[in-house]
């Protein structure tokens, strides 16, 4: 039975990737800030045969640490990592306070570091596994007044393709870099008209689903990602098409 950790899973796409598992049958740990019990609740009623649910700090090796610790002795082991867990931040480099850089740097950069670091540790004593990172199509383009956010996720693009190398054939490593998906972060309460507008600018014009970005993590997980490794794959509406 497969065992999954899924961290951001208390909403949007975390929260859809851990439904979609659920309807797999799979054994679930599910991580957020605080525990996500909601979501755990709605898995459960999905058909995951068991679910996990803790609270954790991606940015906090300790936190992290004993999240993975968790997991291992409810699980055994772990098969998937789907690392959703993330903020984004816009403003004007000018604009931009060093302490709100430090803070998408570690929470969506360090975070995919220590968080793929300790699942890893659990695989390779296995001998096997699938990571399944979420960075963004930012990552390939670029964004004016998105700089630490860029800068994160092109690095979770730089740790995927090296985890891929280093831990081939056994361990496989891919990103999923989302378009504008319509989850509460790309909410009118954290999102500029400007913004918007550019998110809209693509030829699918639409913004995304979360279970739509969930249906590739699915993907990934199973056997049709079996000769997948070291790739950011976009669910992004055509808005990059490296």
């Not at 899973?9 to 975390?14: F, L, N, P």
């Not at 599910?30 to 045969?49: F, H, M, N, S």
């Not at 903020?87 to 060093?98: N, Q, R």
């Amino acid at each position: 039975m497969t065992r999954v950790l899924i961290t951001g899973a208390g909403r949007g796409i975390g929260a859809a990737c851990a439904l979609a598992y659920a309807g797999s049958g799979a054994r679930l740990a599910l991580a957020d800030l605080c525990a996500p019990e909601a979501t755990a609740q709605q898995a459960r009623a999905a058909g995951a045969a068991d679910v996990l649910s803790c609270g954790c700090d991606v940015a906090d090796s300790s936190a992290v640490t004993g999240m993975v610790q968790q997991v291992e002795a409810a699980f055994g082991g772990l098969d998937i990592l789907i690392h959703c867990a993330g903020i984004i931040h816009e403003a004007p480099l000018l604009e931009t306070p060093v302490a709100d850089f430090d803070r998408v740097i570690a929470v969506n950069l360090r975070g995919s570091f220590l968080v793929g670091q300790a699942a890893i540790g659990l695989m390779h004593k296995a001998g096997s596994g699938r990571v399944i990172l979420i960075a963004s199509d930012m990552a390939y383009y670029g964004r004016e007044t998105f700089s630490p956010y860029v800068a994160s996720k092109h690095g979770v693009l730089g740790l995927t393709r090296s985890w891929a190398k280093e831990f081939a054939p056994t361990i496989l490593v891919n990103a999923i870099c989302p378009g504008p998906i319509d989850t509460e972060m790309l909410g009118a309460a954290h999102m500029s008209p400007e913004w918007r507008e550019k998110e809209l600018a693509i030829p699918l014009a639409r913004f995304g689903q979360p279970a739509e970005v969930a249906h590739l993590a699915l993907f990934l997980g199973g056997p049709g990602g079996a000769y997948i490794t070291g790739q950011g794959l976009g669910t992004n509406g055509g808005s990059i098409m490296p």
